[in-house]
């Protein structure tokens, strides 16, 4: 499968929701909302977003699909809705290889106080690539638009990935998608009928698609956006003293890597960025590999004295740190998804690493992660653990291909002040999929009560890859 594709319910969603988008009429604005940025029905809790770009849909290999799973008190259960292309008020149809899903991100873009829901199909249209925007609501996902995507061309891949943040600092959030070789920004009005026609940022190199992170990394309110390529991290920002969105440009340069996380470890205020190495083998980055082969991560600590807030050194993890449970072996992929989220309460947040190709036993390629912690003096090892399917009180088992973490998501689900962790292993059961929830807790993460959901439980057919990819 395409193990590297580019991550209390509402009264009104008293049954399962399969097979389509709820059949209701558009949101009037009733309420208010609890604007969170991925609440996405307004009741209060986070919702998550799982991705099936690889899924068959409507006879299309390929195609893709999106499930949305919603919070509750008891956190994610199995009630969810099912999106394809052919779902009603979605616009376009299922084509082969479109992989819609591939990338997925979340933002109230209207500012009526809902979560809206923005899924990539990098695919689309024989490789352009598309973005739409599924809006939500009391009953989410009634109406939807794509995004203006600028020039075409075949191979482009708009929407291998997207970021939501306030770029430009007033306070309405702004939209950034990459492509292949692409970088565009979406900064104005939003409404559930039009968007910003968006415009494309270059930076200092030959390309500027690559995976993104946004964060406020100066703690002067506006968000600058981490753009991580193989060679290189371009870190975009507002010029000094300026508001205007042309003036969004290339703050500083950073090593490169293949995956990339922002957010307060310190809790200082200011977020920091990490970007991962997970294959240096296959995507060197140029600098010399400390992992020896198994993936590495480096964590820098936002600065407000600095261009783009962060300095061009910063603290390397890997497998073989002090602390860190495990050992380096070659292509375990160390880095492969990362989250950060505050996981037992303290205002830091923690940091997830997936290691999806980790071999436990005899189960090449089981995957697990590693969950290391935030202090105030940054990451720690101390308390580090690591979690996978032979973890007691985790279902399942640990099997060849499972790749579990190729996916993590830290987020507080049932709103108790302390971040859960989702993960997903897409091989589980010969490409069937799962996503497992292990709750937050004053200790860190709880191995009681782990829940797993797979195929059965969102209605969806063998060998959906469920878990590809995740809300980031």
Not at 135 to 145: D, I, N, Q, V, Y
Not at 294 to 322: E, F, I, K, M, W
Not at 351 to 362: M, V
Not at 454 to 459: E, S
């Amino acid at each position: 499968m395409r193990h590297s594709v580019r991550l209390a319910v509402a009264a009104a969603l008293a049954a399962c929701l399969t097979g389509g988008l709820m059949a209701v009429s558009a949101d009037r604005a009733a309420a208010a909302g609890s604007k969170l940025t991925d609440d996405f029905n307004g009741d209060g809790y986070r919702d998550l977003a799982i991705g099936m770009p690889s899924k068959t849909s409507s006879g299309k290999q390929h195609a893709g699909a999106v499930l949305v799973t919603f919070g509750s008190a008891h956190g994610l259960t199995g009630k969810h809705v099912y999106i394809t292309q052919n779902s009603a008020d979605v616009p376009g149809t299922p084509g082969y290889q479109d992989y819609f899903g591939s990338s997925l991100a979340s933002g109230d873009m209207n500012r009526d106080g809902y979560a809206d829901l923005l899924v990539g199909s990098e695919g689309d249209a024989s490789g352009n690539g598309s973005v739409t925007v599924l809006w939500g609501g009391t009953s989410p996902f009634a109406s939807a638009l794509t995004l203006p995507s600028g020039p075409t061309y075949p191979g482009r891949l708009f929407g291998s990935d997207i970021a939501v943040g306030d770029f430009t600092g007033d306070s309405r959030p702004d939209i950034a998608v990459s492509g292949q070789t692409s970088l565009r920004l979406y900064s104005g009005t939003f409404t559930r009928t039009k968007a910003p026609a968006g415009y494309d940022v270059y930076g200092p190199d030959s390309t500027s698609g690559g995976h993104l992170a946004a964060g406020d990394f100066t703690g002067d309110g506006k968000d600058e956006l981490a753009v991580v390529q193989q060679k290189t991290t371009v870190v975009y920002g507002q010029e000094p003293g300026t508001t205007d969105a042309d003036s969004f440009t290339a703050r500083t340069r950073l090593a490169g890597g293949d995956r990339v996380a922002a957010g307060d470890l310190n809790g200082d205020g200011r977020d920091d960025l990490v970007v991962a190495l997970s294959d240096p083998r296959l995507n060197p980055n140029g600098l010399a590999d400390p992992s020896n082969g198994s993936g590495y991560v480096t964590v820098r600590y936002g600065d407000p004295r600095l261009s783009g807030g962060l300095a061009p050194s910063g603290r390397v993890y890997h497998q073989n740190t002090a602390g860190v449970p495990g050992a380096d072996e070659k292509d375990d992929q160390f880095g492969a998804a990362m989250s950060i989220a505050d996981v037992n309460g303290d205002h830091r947040a923690d940091l997830a690493i997936g290691i999806p190709y980790e071999s436990l036993g005899r189960a090449t390629r089981g995957g697990d992660v590693l969950v290391l912690r935030g202090s105030a003096g940054g990451l720690t090892t101390t308390g580090a653990a690591r979690y996978s399917q032979d973890t007691t009180g985790v279902p399942g088992s640990a099997e060849f291909n499972d790749v579990f973490g190729s996916q993590v998501r830290l987020a507080d689900y049932n709103r108790d002040g302390k971040a859960d962790l989702v993960v997903s292993a897409p091989g589980e059961n010969e490409d069937d999929g799962a996503v497992w929830q292990l709750r937050g807790t004053s200790g860190g993460l709880g191995t009681s009560g782990v829940t797993v959901y797979g195929p059965k439980d969102y209605g969806v057919s063998s060998g959906a890859g469920i878990g590809e990819r995740l809300l980031g």
